[in-house]
């Protein structure tokens, strides 16, 4: 006779997971940079020199010079020219009492005035140094102010994304436990 047997049957359960890693995205910005620049200065003062050109002495050679020397010259001159005139009369008056010496005193004379020139100096001496020339630089004032870079920098903190990535848990095959009974035969 047989014994009837009870089966048991069991399925175990099966999890899924399905899962993708998150997203990291990291940017660094550059710094940012300020940078000012003050340009150098440069300051110029500068006055003109001055030329000095004392002509006086070139137009007193040419008998132009100022009017009271001018006058001077020629007044501390004329007793001399004065005494030369006299002197020069005497000379002919001798010469005309010494008609007796034979000759024509008349007509020489008069032949020496037709051929003197009477001259009668009160230029000064013409000369190449005659024009003084004297120069006087300008002063010159240069200051310089320096410039300047200013450079500043400001570091920009990093950008930093996280994207989540998924997790998802299921059920691939569910537990079961199956239990069948044996067969009875009641007839008999």
Known sequence: MSIPHIQIRQQYGQLGIDAELG?????????????TTERPKLDIHAEQGVLYVDSSKAWDALGHGPALETMSKIYSR???VAMQGIARIVEEGNRLAAIHEGGNAI?????????????????????VNNVDMHYVPG?????VHEGKVNINTYPNPPEINYTRGKLDFYMMQYPKVEIIPPQIDAKG
Do not use: R, V
Not at 23 to 30: E, F, G, N, S, V
Not at 107 to 127: H, L
Not at 139 to 143: A, R
């Open 107 to 127: 007509a020489e004379i008069a032949k020496e005035k037709g051929a003197e020139f009477f001259e009668f100096e009160f230029m000064g001496d013409a000369s």
């Open 139 to 143: 002063k010159l004032d240069i200051q």
């Open 23 to 35: 997203k990291l995205d990291i940017k660094q910005p550059q710094a940012t940079f300020e940078i």
């Open 78 to 80: 004329a007793h001399e």
